[in-house]
C-alpha cells in the first residue's frame, strides 16, 4: 500500500525552509568590549530533546510525520509491532528515521508493507526494521536514526542522530 | 543492526580549498567529481564566501544540491603534509550531473590515511619472500631479484618461459600512463606472447566480431540515449553497474519517450527501475532461457529483413556489397561479408527461436518493431543497443556479438543521432600499447599452460586470478604448488649470496616450479603466492587519462601521495626495465640489453609523452587540465581556440574502419545459432540443478579489493549474496542468510542465501568475484575459439554449510526492488 501522504508532508516541511529553531541560537552570548572571553567549544553538536509525541498516539505500522532536530529536517516516526534493535517504548518496536535520503535528499516514503522507507529519486530502499540499513541504493551511510528516549508518561523525545542528515555539514545547523 | 557512523559534523573546505578535477576510477561511466584539499589546521565557515562551495552552509540544502557524506570525506598525505580532502560529485559534468554512485562516493574514505586508519591493507614498500615470510625491502633490492631471474630465465629459455598477468583497462591503477609502461617493456623490448588479461584466461578482445566487423565497440555519444526511439538492451544491468549512465542517459531518455527492450533470464533491477520510469507499457522484458541470446538476436534480425525494416540506402553505401568477405577458419568463427549472406546465414524463424528460447513468438516479434519498425510516417525508428558481460562472458561470444552489430547495421543505427550499438564497459578504458599481433589468434589459454606446467617466471600487474578467473580451484591449486616449490627453494638458500639465491630459484622453476612477481595495490589471495611484491599507486595519487564509454577523455589529477614507497605502474615497469639492461649487460647481452633503452621516465606524464601523445600529438596534460571533467571524446582531431576537438559519435561518415580495411565498408557476420558453444556447457547443465548465474552488484567495485576493508559494505554483505527462489530455498531447508556451498565437478565455493521471489525456479543469482567465495571456482575451463570465457555458464548443486553467522543475522533480505 502506498502512503504518499508522507511525501507530501514531507515536501512542504522541506520547501517550507528558514525556520531554524535550535539550541546553537539560543547559545550566542553578549560580552563587553575588550571581555572577550573564550567560551570552551564543545566536542559534540549539541542536540536538543524535542517531543516527538507519546506511545498512545502510535499505532503499529502508521507512520508519523515528525521533523528533528529542526523543522527543515523531516523524518518519520514507527512502531513497528514487533522489537527491533535499538528500539524503545514498552514494546521496544518504536524507532524514528530521517526521510532526507543520504543519497540526494529526496524525501523517501514509507511502505507499510514491507516496513520500508523508498526513494522516488533513485530508488534506494531502507529497511525500517533493520536500523535504517540500505537494502539497495546509492547512499554510503545507512538512513539516520533518531535516538529516542521515552520517559515516564510515555512521551517519546528525540535527542540525538546516528548519521549525518543530508543537505547539512552539521546535524545541528547554526 | 545496520552499521551506524556515527558522525554528525563535517570539517567544511574553506574558499581557499585546492580544487582538483576528478574523474571516478571506479567504472566505464567515469563520473565527474571535485577535490578539495586544505590544510589540516584550517576550516571554512558556513557563509557562502567562507567555503569552498560558495553557498550557504547554515541552510538546509534541497535535493540534489550539494552535500558531502562522510564516506567522502578524508584525512590523507599531500606532498608530506595531513590534509583534509573532500571528493563531491560535480554539478557541471556533463556525464553524471552532480549524481554519485555508491561506489565513487566512497573514494575519499577509500584512501589509505594514518590519520583516520582507513585501508591500511595498501602496500607500503617492496616487499621480498624472505625467512620464510615477506618482509619490506628497498625498490632497488627488489627489482634487482626480479631482473636476475627473468633475464636469466629468458637467456636459458626464450621469452616464452615469461607469463604476464596486466589490466588492460583505464580508471584505477590502468590508464594511458601504465598500460604504455607495462606495454613497451612485454611487447616494445620484449615480444611476450604468453600474457592474459586481468578478467580472461588469454590476451584478446572481448568483442573481436564487432571489431572484425569494422565497428569499434564504444561508438555512440551517452546523449543517444535521450534522443533515441529504443533502447535495446542485452545482457546489462546498467542500473547497477553503470548507474549514473542510467541516471543522468537513460531515466531522461525514457522521459523523453524511449521505449525499452531488455533481454535478460533474470529480472534485473534494471527491468524494475525502466518500468518505474517508462511505465511497464514501454518495457518488454525477455526472459530467455540462459545462453539462447544468439538465436534470439538471429530471430529478430531475420525478422527484421524480412519486414524489409532495414536502411536500404546505408547498407548500399556503407557495408560491403559482396557475398563472402572473410571466411569462417581458426580465427574467425563464422563467415563475415554481406547483408544477404547474413540473412541467408542466421536466418531462423521467430517461432523456433520462441521455442529455444522459452518466451513467446509475439514478443520476439514486437521486440524488431520496438527496434526497428519504421514510424507511421515512414521514417526510420532510432534504436541504441546496448551489451556488455551477459553476452561477452556468454555463449558463442563471437556469434552473438556479431548478431547484435548485425541488427544495428542493417537498420542504419551506427553513426548517428539515437543510435549506436556499444558494449556498456566494466572499468573505463585507456589502452595504449605497441602492438599486440605477435600474441596471436587465437591466442595462448594462459591459466591452461599454467596448469599444465608451462611458463617459469610469472609477473602480475593488477589481477587477482584467485577470485576473477575461470576454473579457478584448479587453477589456484596447481598455481600454490608450484610457486610453493619456489619459496622452499628460497628459504633453503636462506643466507647464502644473491648469485646462489637466483641459482636456487633457477633450480626450482626447471623443477617445474613457478616464480611469482606481484605489483599490485594490496596484498591480493594470489599475491600469497608471490615471491616478490610490488607497490603500485592508485588513480589520484598519480594522474591519470582514462576514456569513458562515449570515449570521453579526462586527466584525473593526483591530490595526495601514494602510501609509502609505492608508485605508478608505469614508473615500475620503467624500473624493471632499468634493472633487465642493467643486469642483461652484466650477462654480456648488450644487444638485447639494449631493448630495453627508453625508459628514463621521472613522472607518469613523461609515460604519457612517451605513449600516448606520440599518436595523439595535440593530447598534452597541460590541455586535458583545461578540459577539466567533461573532457573531450576521443577520437581529438585537433586543438582551436584553447580548446582539443573530439569526436561525439564514430563513424557519422558512414566509412568503417576498425577491421581495417581500405574500402572503408562494414561487415555483416553469418553466425547461425547452433547451441551451446564451450566445452562441457551442455554436459553440466544436464547433471545439475542450479544454472548459476552470476555478476556484478552495484555496491561493490569488482572484486572488492577495497570494499573488503570498507566497513559500510562488509557490513551490508559479509559473504556473497546467492539470489534463490524462496520455494527452492523450502525444499532445500533453507532460510535466508544461511551459508550455503554450491559445488560441481570443478569445484565448490560458498555464499550467503538471499530470497529472491522473482528468481526463476533452479536459477540463482551469485555475486561474482568475492574474497569470501569465488564464483569462479565453480566455472569450467571451457572457452571460445578466440579463448573467450563463458563465466556465466555455470550449473551446480547446493547444500547448507551453516546457519547465518552472527555478522549476518541482523541485516536486511527484504527485496532490492523499489516500492513507491
Given amino acids: ?174 | 543492526m545496520a552499521f551506524k557512523r556515527q558522525i554528525d559534523r563535517l570539517p567544511i573546505p574553506p574558499a581557499d580549498a585546492k580544487v582538483h578535477n576528478v574523474t571516478c576510477h571506479y567504472c566505464i561511466v567515469g563520473c565527474g567529481y571535485k577535490a578539495y584539499t586544505w590544510p589540516r589546521n584550517k576550516q571554512g565557515g558556513t557563509a557562502p564566501d567562507q567555503n569552498a562551495l560558495g553557498i550557504d552552509l547554515s541552510q538546509q540544502q534541497g535535493a540534489m544540491g550539494e552535500w558531502a557524506s562522510p564516506s567522502m570525506y578524508n584525512i590523507v598525505k599531500q606532498n608530506g603534509q595531513d590534509v583534509h580532502l573532500m571528493v563531491l560529485p560535480d554539478q557541471e559534468c556533463v556525464v553524471n550531473g552532480g549524481l554519485a554512485s555508491i561506489r565513487g562516493s566512497r573514494m575519499a574514505e577509500n584512501r589509505p590515511s594514518e590519520v583516520t586508519g582507513t585501508q591500511q591493507q595498501r602496500l607500503t614498500d617492496p616487499l621480498v619472500w624472505r625467512y620464510g615470510t615477506w618482509q619490506p625491502t628497498t625498490w632497488d633490492d627488489a627489482l634487482d631479484l626480479v631482473a636476475r631471474v627473468t633475464a636469466r630465465i629468458i637467456a636459458e629459455g626464450s621469452e616464452d618461459d615469461l607469463v604476464v598477468s596486466m589490466f588492460d583497462h583505464g580508471g584505477s591503477a590502468g590508464g594511458y600512463e601504465n598500460t604504455w609502461g607495462t606495454g613497451k617493456l612485454y611487447f616494445g623490448s620484449m615480444k611476450v606472447k604468453n600474457c592474459r588479461i586481468h578478467n580472461r584466461p588469454a590476451y584478446n578482445s572481448e568483442v573481436h566480431a564487432s571489431r572484425d566487423m569494422g565497428v569499434d565497440e564504444l561508438n555512440y555519444a551517452y546523449e543517444d540515449y535521450q534522443l533515441t526511439d529504443t533502447i535495446f538492451l542485452i545482457g546489462g544491468n546498467p542500473t547497477e553497474t553503470q548507474t549514473n549512465l542510467f541516471f543522468n542517459h537513460w531515466v531522461p531518455g525514457m522521459q523523453n519517450g524511449a521505449r525499452v527492450v531488455i533481454v535478460d533470464p533474470r529480472r534485473s533491477l534494471t527491468v524494475q527501475h525502466c518500468e518505474q520510469v517508462a511505465g511497464p507499457e514501454n518495457v518488454l522484458h525477455l526472459a530467455i532461457n540462459e545462453g539462447t541470446d544468439l538465436a534470439l538476436a538471429n530471430a529478430i534480425f531475420t525478422h527484421i529483413a524480412d519486414q524489409g525494416w532495414v536502411d536500404r540506402d546505408f547498407i548500399e553505401k556503407s557495408t560491403f556489397r559482396g557475398d563472402v568477405a572473410v571466411g569462417e577458419d581458426e580465427a574467425h568463427p563464422a563467415p563475415l561479408g554481406s547483408f544477404e549472406m547474413a540473412v541467408e546465414k542466421c536466418r531462423i524463424s521467430v517461432d523456433e527461436a520462441a521455442e529455444i528460447c522459452g518466451v513467446p513468438a509475439a514478443d520476439i516479434v514486437k521486440a524488431a518493431e520496438w527496434i526497428a519498425k519504421p514510424h507511421e510516417d515512414g521514417t526510420r525508428r532510432k534504436c541504441v543497443t546496448a551489451y556488455e558481460k551477459g553476452v561477452i562472458w556468454g555463449n558463442d561470444n563471437y556469434r552473438t556479438i556479431g548478431a547484435l552489430v548485425n541488427i544495428a547495421l542493417a537498420t542504419g543505427n551506427i553513426g548517428r543521432e539515437g543510435g549506436g550499438v556499444c558494449r556498456l564497459g566494466g572499468h573505463q578504458e585507456g589502452y595504449f600499447r605497441p602492438s599486440d599481433a605477435h600474441v596471436g589468434r587465437p591466442p595462448t589459454y594462459v591459466d591452461r599452460l599454467l596448469i599444465n606446467g608451462g611458463g617459469k617466471v610469472h609477473h602480475i600487474w593488477a589481477c587477482d586470478h584467485y577470485k576473477t578467473t575461470l576454473n579457478a580451484s584448479e587453477f589456484k591449486r596447481i598455481h600454490k604448488k608450484r610457486a610453493d616449490m619456489v619459496k622452499d627453494a628460497i628459504d633453503a638458500a636462506a643466507g647464502k649470496t644473491r648469485e646462489e639465491l637466483v641459482d636456487a630459484i633457477v633450480d626450482a622453476v626447471n623443477r617445474g616450479g613457478l616464480f611469482v612477481v606481484d605489483v599490485d595495490i594490496i596484498h591480493s589471495q594470489i599475491g600469497q603466492n608471490a615471491h616478490v611484491i610490488l607497490p603500485a599507486a592508485e588513480s589520484n595519487e598519480m594522474n591519470l587519462a582514462s576514456m569513458n564509454g562515449e570515449r570521453r577523455l579526462r586527466l584525473s589529477e593526483r591530490y595526495m601521495d601514494p602510501p609509502g614507497q609505492a608508485k605508478p605502474d608505469c614508473l615500475i615497469a620503467a624500473g624493471i626495465a632499468q634493472h633487465m639492461e642493467r643486469v642483461l649487460r652484466e650477462m654480456g647481452k648488450n644487444e638485447y640489453a639494449d631493448q630495453f633503452k627508453g625508459f628514463d621516465w621521472e613522472s607518469e606524464e613523461d609515460a604519457f609523452m612517451d605513449g600516448y601523445h606520440s599518436a595523439n600529438p595535440e593530447v598534452t596534460y597541460e590541455r586535458l587540465r583545461a578540459m577539466g571533467n567533461n573532457g573531450v571524446q576521443e577520437p581529438v582531431v585537433g586543438f582551436e581556440d584553447g580548446k582539443l576537438v573530439g569526436t561525439p559519435r564514430l563513424y557519422a561518415d558512414g566509412v568503417f574502419t576498425r577491421h581495417g580495411r581500405e574500402d572503408g565498408k562494414a561487415l555483416f557476420c553469418g553466425g547461425a545459432w547452433r547451441g551451446w558453444q564451450a566445452a562441457g556447457k551442455e554436459e553440466e547443465k544436464k547433471s545439475h540443478r542450479f544454472w548459476v548465474n552470476n555478476g556484478r552488484a552495484n555496491i561493490f567495485w569488482q572484486n572488492w579489493f577495497l570494499d573488503q576493508e570498507n566497513e559500510f559494505v562488509m557490513d551490508r554483505y559479509p559473504y556473497p549474496f546467492v539470489e534463490m527462489n524462496p520455494e527452492d530455498m523450502a525444499e532445500l531447508g533453507l532460510v535466508a542468510g544461511d551459508l550455503i556451498e554450491l559445488y560441481n565437478g570443478n569445484g565448490a565455493t560458498q555464499g550467503m542465501v538471499y530470497p529472491t521471489p522473482t528468481a526463476k525456479r533452479g536459477h540463482v543469482f551469485m555475486v561474482f568475484a568475492s574474497p569470501m567465495g569465488a564464483q569462479g571456482n565453480i566455472v569450467n575451463p571451457g572457452v571460445n575459439e578466440l579463448v573467450l570465457p563463458d563465466y556465466k555458464h555455470v550449473w551446480a548443486d547446493i547444500r547448507k554449510i551453516a546457519d547465518a553467522p552472527k555478522e549476518v543475522k541482523g541485516i536486511s533480505f527484504k527485496s532490492k526492488e523499489v516500492v513507491l
Fill in chain 1, 1 to 174: 500500500m502506498k502512503c504518499n501522504r508522507l511525501v507530501d508532508v514531507g515536501r512542504r516541511q522541506f520547501l517550507r525552509g528558514g525556520l531554524v529553531a535550535t539550541a546553537g541560537a539560543a547559545a550566542s552570548t553578549v560580552v563587553g568590549a575588550g571581555e572577550a572571553r573564550a567560551t570552551p567549544a564543545l566536542a559534540q553538536v549539541e542536540y536538543p530533546s524535542n517531543r516527538l509525541a507519546n506511545v498512545a498516539d502510535l499505532k503499529v505500522n502508521e507512520p508519523m510525520d515528525i521533523a528533528y532536530p529542526d523543522a527543515d529536517s523531516p523524518g518519520v516516526l514507527l512502531k513497528l509491532g514487533t522489537p527491533v534493535e535499538g528500539g524503545v517504548g514498552p514494546d521496544g518496536d518504536i524507532v524514528a528515521f530521517s526521510v532526507l535520503c543520504p543519497h540526494k535528499g529526496y524525501i523517501l516514503s514509507y511502505s507499510g508493507e514491507d516496513r520500508t522507507l523508498n526513494c522516488p529519486g533513485h530508488f534506494s530502499r531502507f529497511d525500517a526494521e533493520a536500523g535504517g540499513q540500505q537494502i539497495w541504493g546509492h547512499a554510503t551511510e545507512n538512513l539516520p536514526q533518531f535516538v529516542l528516549r521515552v520517559d515516564d508518561k510515555g512521551d517519546i523525545y528525540a535527542e540525538g542522530c546516528t548519521d549525518l542528515i543530508f543537505g547539512r555539514m552539521s546535524n545541528v545547523l547554526a
